[in-house]
């Protein structure tokens, strides 16, 4: 029976795998986000010499996938050093600390967007949130998910 016939793969038949999406937005990342995009491209590497020396071909191809997509961003990485002097405004590189109407503080940081990770408080620069507190000032009241929210402090990481 021809392979072209059979749904599973033998071992010299690997899927090609489409690139990821590099998207176009500017690729703007703090200094700690382009050490994680090296990072990334390492451990990448280090993956993709056990998987050669194992003949892994199919893990190869993802790798080899992912590697592109991490050396393309670090390629394009521009890097935006915040500085060291608390800002008057809200921007990328800044933690905030904003207060609901409830007296709940949360903490986020305008970062890039492979560095984002909401969970942390890390915040991409392209999202919501971070649109509405760039240009802001401590005492500002912002949009933040449902209700507002007041920008109590600004400051460096």
């Known amino acids: 029976m021809s392979v072209a016939f059979v749904k599973e793969p033998n071992e010299d038949q690997v899927e090609v795998l489409p690139d990821r999406d590099l998207g176009t937005d500017p690729n703007i990342v703090t200094p700690r986000g382009l050490g994680l995009i090296r990072a990334e491209i390492e451990t990448l590497e280090t993956r993709r010499n056990a998987a050669q020396r194992d003949d892994d071909k199919v893990s190869l191809a993802s790798i080899n996938r992912d590697l592109r997509y991490w050396q393309a961003r670090q390629k394009t990485a521009e890097v935006v050093d915040a500085g060291s002097e608390t800002p008057d405004t809200v921007q990328f590189g800044t933690r905030i600390v904003i207060e609901r109407d409830n007296g709940r503080q949360q903490t986020f940081m305008i970062v890039g967007i492979d560095e984002a990770d909401p969970a942390t408080g890390s915040i991409s620069y392209l999202s919501p ?9 401590v005492g500002d009241m912002v949009r933040a998910g449902a209700s507002d929210a007041e920008i109590v402090s600004i400051s460096r990481n």
């Open 129 to 137: 949130l971070a649109r509405n507190l760039i240009g802001k000032e």
